[in-house]
């Protein structure tokens, strides 16, 4: 099995000075979607999954278009929800995620004032994609490691999400213990491609991470974060 998850293009989260909640992509990350599509208008995919918000529909619409395939919405896919900042000076949001950084660890599992708590996020995400790989074949094995039983071991499935969201799958896929700050922990640009697939074991399937991030469709000049 194999799973390719893409972090939305560049949002615009500015727009004259204010907040903008749900934001569409800048021109730049239309232009990264587009390289998106592009590159993976080749490839074969079972199922193309996608986040409700504008900027990862967004960047999915050009490889649908590619393909002629349907939007396919899962509201788990969501990014963690931010307080309702959309008309205010964007400097509010900056302090606020400053501050919650300036917390010890264990303390940010409450996140921000107003906000998805990280511990609501990540049990959210958990859960709906438990759901969705149960009802594709794909059930987490008895066992004290990250081991899967498989019905369909060919099925390649697409992801158009968020930094967060694809850091809580990858977590929950290569068995590691989640953190309230999943979208820092693993670096992904704007439009990059990640790629896991499974490995047989004698008592099921363990997935590997294959690449982590990857830009090399962009221009280094349109490489963003």
Known sequence: ????????????????GLNVVNPPLTERGQMQAQRVGAELAGEHFDE????????ARQTAAPLLAALGRDEAV??????????????????????????????????RWGGLTGGEAPRDFVERVRAGA???????????AKHTLPMWHLDHTDA????????????????QLLGLEPVPWEWDRFVTHH?????????????????????LSDVEHLPRDARTL
């Not at 193309?48 to 900027?55: A, D, E, F, G, N």
């Not at 759901?131 to 987490?140: K, T």
């Not at 968020?162 to 977590?171: I, K, W, Y």
């Open 48 to 55: 193309i999954i996608i986040s409700p918000l504008l900027r």
């Open 156 to 171: 390649r499935v697409a992801v158009f999400a968020h930094a967060g969201t694809n850091g809580v799958l990858l977590c």
């Open 74 to 107: 899962e509201p788990f896919l969501e990014e963690i929800r931010e307080p309702n900042w959309h008309g205010t000076p964007f400097e509010l949001a900056r302090t606020a995620y400053e501050e919650d950084r300036s917390r010890a660890a264990e303390e």
């Open 130 to 140: 438990d759901a969705y790989w149960a009802s594709r074949g794909m059930r987490r």
């Open 191 to 211: 439009a990059s491609i990640t790629r896991l697939s499974t490995m047989e074991m004698r008592d099921g399937y363990t997935f590997a991470l294959n690449r």
């Open 1 to 16: 099995m194999e799973l390719v998850l893409i972090r939305h293009g560049e949002p615009e989260w500015v727009r004259e």
